[in-house]
């Protein structure tokens, strides 16, 4: 990266050294600023990091580098280099009753699969809610049902999202389902191909279900190398990053934030501020202000809620790895809902002759799944591997757990309505504190729209009038991007989860 002219009138604070916040630092690097990186972690990445352990790497989640907006796409090979990434194949499947299932779901291999008695009893499942539809369909499972009968919904659709969302199916939003089954139903999806091969007809472009990629960019020792890169080269260029420093106090004062204190080691340090970029969760951020906002505006900051993550990783000989990047786990007898094969990711990820398996949980922090020893969930994954049919537990070489809090902003009725208090507050009492990222802005967000609320924030430093708050609004989240979808936000999104499901299921976890 060339140096560029060193600029004193800027002194910007950056709060997280995950995507969001390394690419503010990169891009301020370009126009001559050094930040301030203040990372409450040991490690650089969020939850684009891959953690190391005894020579194995593995992700959080798993990142497929893909994206729909150019300027991020460009400067993921500036950072690394064109030479560190692998061009890998996409494969996900869904893993069910000891069988692999296309995902997204093609209703012809799921009653192939199921076997001709269970494949009768979907179709007349099915006609049965043609007579009889659902009454409400404004839910993921009323209107999964209504498209492929009961049954099939039983089997493919429930379980998965239960283990994500941690409510039940009933009281998620129908429009989550919408996405993703992308307007299909039991009767297209059968009489299609029929129709085709016995009239010759194609379906006009309007009706074509987009594809999914076939194949995506992967940096050979994982995400993490990414992030691990750019620190090197922020910190080359004179950025200075403070880990295990904890923000608790962003003093403000005629209309502006004007310092920052953070607590590193139990020593407090305070930093004088141009500009905060931010990452940390929006509600803690606004906690932190000094004078603080309003009650009501505190209300808002504790409304916000998150759905944490757990990575139990298992060494296994090679015999048990399978091709796909990650297989769903749609089996209701065990916690797990989902199993990385970080020996598909990348080659460069495991060893020779073995790979490593990652389990994952979405669990709350605090609830008995988070508490629990990682000895305990190391054995819990071995048990549950071998109850799958996946993997013999008395193979597993080793075993290691990730813990993520706040892995997936939640979005109840009440979110939108939060952020807008305290988007409000920032933008009248503190515009020069900027959130970004997906904690930093309470949204969904896929690392490439992370780093791009990054880069349109620091172009705004310097004059520009971006509204950051566009990107992923409003659109449809497909993995292939069209023709006019340069610049544009990949729009993925959440399902809505009623506050009151959302306190009941933490009321029945916390009297397991």
Known sequence: MPAAPQSSDHRVVIIGA????????????????????????????????TVVADGWRFDIGGHRFFTKVKPVDDLWFEILGEGEFLRRPRMSRIFYRGKLYDYPIKPMNALTNLGFIEAVRCVLSYLWVRVRPPKDQSS????????????????????????????????????WGAQRIKGMSLWSAVWEPIRARTFGRRRSKDK??????????????????????????VTEAGCELTFRSRVTRIKHEA????????????????????????????GALLKAMD??????????????????????????????????????????????????????????????????????????????????????????????????GL???????????????????????????????LRAWLEENTPNVMPVGRNGMHRYNNADHSMYTAMLSVENIFGEHHDVWSVNVEEEYHEEAGPSDRNAGTGRDAPILPRAAIDDAARQRQGQ
């Open 18 to 49: 995950g995507p969001a916040g390394l690419t503010a630092a990169y891009q301020l690097t370009k126009r001559g600023v050094t930040s301030e990186i203040l990372e409450s972690d040991t490690v650089v990445g969020g939850i684009s990091r």
């Open 140 to 175: 993921l499972e009323g209107y999964i049902a209504a498209n492929y009968g009961w049954r099939l919904y039983q089997h493919f659709f429930k379980t998965y999202n239960e283990k994500v969302w941690g409510v039940p199916a009933s009281e998620l939003s129908a429009d």
């Open 208 to 233: 074509v279900i987009t594809s999914l990629i076939e194949e995506f960019n992967y940096p050979k020792f994982g995400p993490g190398q990414m992030w691990e890169r750019c620190a090197e080269l």
């Open 255 to 282: 209309g502006r934030a004007v310092e920052v204190t953070s607590v590193t080691d139990g020593v407090e340090t305070t930093r004088p501020c141009t500009e905060v970029i931010s990452t940390m969760p929006m």
């Open 291 to 388: 004078p603080p906002p309003p009650a009501e505006v505190i209300a808002a900051a504790d409304g916000l809620t998150y759905r944490d993550f757990m990575t139990v990783a298992l060494v296994v000989p090679l015999e048990y790895s399978f091709p796909d990047n990650w297989i769903y786990i749609h089996d209701p007898g065990v916690k797990v809902g989902r199993v990385q094969n970080f020996g598909s990711w990348s080659p460069y990820l495991v060893k020779e002759g073995r790979t490593c398996l990652g389990l994952e949980f979405f669990v709350n922090e605090g609830d008995s799944m988070w508490t629990k020893s990682d000895d305990d969930l190391i054995e819990q994954g071995k048990r549950e591997l071998q109850q799958l």
């Open 391 to 421: 993997a013999d537990a008395s193979k597993v070489e080793a075993g290691y757990v990730v813990r993520m809090p706040k892995a997936y902003p939640v979005y109840d009725e009440h979110y939108r309505a939060n952020v807008d208090v």
